[in-house]
């Protein structure tokens, strides 16, 4: 079964700082998408920014990156210039794309951003 | 931008109440999933749903829990007699197509309370 972990519960940024949130997953597969999730107070799921894994480009988004490093099975997030707004929990995910395979999506345990004004 | 919406924002009930989870899915998205998560711990999978049946389900859906697709819009998750467990946050999402290619939108949530 495949599994994520978000090792850091915590984490806290000055504004306009850069931070790097951690994400290890383990699983068999070979064709897979990673997520990262912000879940701000409101508590909506938003999506940030996918991976693909047989991408070897590190996916951006704006102030958003992943480092994405397929044989240790790990995906960071890197926020730089961290705004007041980006203060959340985020979240590591990890979904099948193999034909015939579960569509869910597995969770991490999450990541609380806190941002130091 | 289309998106997905839920019915109450929160609810509150008694142990051994049911309860309906109301969710309206994005117009052309075919694929429907209910997630749960329990206060300050990480989001887990219910169940999905295409046309009209139950595609996967976890452990946590046992019998107590049933999805409905009652009319064209609407999609809802039934908790038959809730326990105090069962107080989460619900998230509702749909997709157009099964393949991880297709993004999950997520809708805000239902706050459930079981007292």
């Known amino acids: 079964a495949q599994t994520v972990t978000q090792s850091q519960p915590e984490m806290s940024v000055q504004e306009a700082e850069t931070v790097t949130l951690s994400c290890t997953y383990d699983?068999?597969?070979?064709?897979?998408?990673l997520f990262w999730y912000k879940q701000p107070p409101s508590r909506q799921m938003i999506l940030v920014i996918r991976q693909e894994a047989y991408k070897q480009q590190n996916a951006t988004e704006n102030r958003f990156s992943v480092n994405f490093q397929k044989a240790a099975k790990s995906f960071s997030l890197k926020i730089s210039d961290s705004q007041l707004g980006d203060a959340a929990m985020y979240f590591c995910?990890?979904?099948?794309?193999?034909?015939?395979?579960?569509?869910?999506?597995?969770f991490g345990k999450g990541t609380r951003l806190h941002i130091l004004p | 931008e289309p998106e997905v919406t839920q019915t109450p924002s929160h609810q509150v009930t008694q142990m051994g109440q049911e309860v309906i989870l109301r969710c309206v899915p994005i117009s052309n998205h075919l694929y429907f999933y209910w997630y749960r998560q329990i206060l300050g711990q990480k989001v887990e999978f219910l169940v999905s749903f295409y046309n009209n049946e139950i595609s996967e389900k976890s452990e946590i859906f046992d019998d107590q829990f049933s999805v409905e697709r009652p009319d064209g819009s609407n999609f809802t998750l039934k908790i038959r007699s809730t326990k105090l467990e069962d107080s989460a946050m619900y998230f509702c999402a749909s997709s157009e197509g099964d393949r991880a290619t297709y993004e999950q939108y997520f809708g805000p949530g239902t706050r459930l309370t079981v007292t």
């Open positions: 699983t068999s597969e070979s064709d897979y998408y």
């Open positions: 995910a990890y979904r099948s794309a193999e034909i015939g395979r579960d569509d869910k999506i597995i």
